[in-house]
C-alpha cells in the first residue's frame, strides 16, 4: 500500500504533460499485454486444432481398396473391398463389401465374399465379419459369423454358426470351423450336427 502510495504522490506532483505521456505509454502497455495473451490463446488453440486435426488423419478413408501378398513371387491372398479406411494408430485395414482370393502353389485355394474384413498390417492376420461365405478347391462351401485367418501354414478358424456344405454329399453345422493349413480338410467342433447324403435319397 505504502508502494502505491509513493506512486500515486509521484504521478499527482507530475505536470499535465507528463501526466498525459505517462498515461499513453500505460494504454499502450496494457493493449501490448492483451495483444499477447490474445495471440497466446490463439496460437494455443490453432496448435491442438492442428494436433487433432493430425490424429484425424492417422485415418484415411477410401473407396476401392485392395491388398495383396505376396512372398518369393508367389501370392499367398488378394482382398478387394468396396470401401475402407486405414488407420495408422493400430495399421489395420478395415473394408466392406468384401471379396478375395487365398493361393496355395500360385492357384485359387479358398474364394471368399463377407459384408466386412479387417486386415492386421503387423500380424498378418486376416478377420472377416458378418455374413461371411467362401468356397474351397473342391468346391467345399462355409457359411460362419466370424473367419479368421493367420498365415498359410495356419489353420483358418471360422466362429460363430458354422455351415459346411460339400457338394450334395454333406452338410454340417457346428460353433466353431477349422480349415486345415492346405485348405484340404476341415474339423468342427462344439455342437455338431453332420447329415451325410446318397445320391439316391438320403442318410443321416
Known amino acids: 500500500?505504502?508502494?502505491?502510495?509513493?506512486?500515486?504522490?509521484?504521478?499527482?506532483?507530475?505536470?499535465?504533460?507528463?501526466?498525459?505521456?505517462?498515461?499513453?505509454?500505460?494504454?499502450?502497455?496494457?493493449?501490448?499485454?492483451?495483444?499477447?495473451?490474445?495471440?497466446?490463446?490463439?496460437?494455443?488453440?490453432?496448435?491442438?486444432?492442428q494436433l487433432k486435426g493430425s490424429a484425424d488423419?492417422?485415418?484415411?478413408?477410401?473407396?476401392?481398396?485392395?491388398?495383396?501378398?505376396?512372398?518369393?513371387?508367389?501370392?499367398?491372398?488378394e482382398i478387394y473391398g468396396e470401401t475402407g479406411n486405414y488407420s495408422n494408430d493400430d495399421n489395420i485395414a478395415t473394408l466392406h463389401n468384401v471379396i478375395g482370393n487365398f493361393y496355395k502353389d500360385g492357384n485359387v485355394a479358398m474364394s471368399f465374399q463377407s459384408s466386412k474384413g479387417t486386415y492386421n498390417e503387423e500380424t498378418g492376420v486376416i478377420t472377416l465379419y458378418?455374413?461371411?461365405y467362401i468356397v474351397l478347391e473342391d468346391s467345399t462351401s462355409l457359411n460362419t459369423d466370424k473367419l479368421i485367418w493367420s498365415g498359410s501354414d495356419k489353420e483358418t478358424v471360422a466362429e460363430g454358426n458354422?455351415?459346411?456344405?460339400?457338394?450334395?454329399?454333406?452338410?454340417?453345422?457346428?460353433?466353431?470351423?477349422?480349415?486345415?493349413?492346405?485348405?484340404e480338410n476341415f474339423k468342427i467342433a462344439g455342437n455338431t450336427t453332420t447329415k451325410l447324403y446318397e445320391r439316391k435319397g438320403k442318410t443321416e
Open 1 to 49: 500500500m505504502k508502494t502505491l502510495k509513493r506512486i500515486y504522490e509521484r504521478y499527482k506532483n507530475l505536470d499535465k504533460k507528463k501526466r498525459t505521456y505517462l498515461l499513453t505509454v500505460l494504454a499502450i502497455l496494457v493493449v501490448m499485454l492483451w495483444a499477447f495473451m490474445s495471440a497466446v490463446m490463439i496460437t494455443g488453440k490453432y496448435s491442438r486444432d
Open 57 to 77: 488423419e492417422q485415418k484415411v478413408d477410401a473407396i476401392g481398396i485392395i491388398i495383396t501378398e505376396t512372398k518369393e513371387g508367389s501370392k499367398y491372398f
Open 130 to 132: 458378418e455374413n461371411t
Open 162 to 183: 458354422v455351415v459346411i456344405k460339400k457338394n450334395n454329399e454333406m452338410v454340417a453345422t457346428a460353433d466353431k470351423g477349422f480349415i486345415s493349413a492346405g485348405y
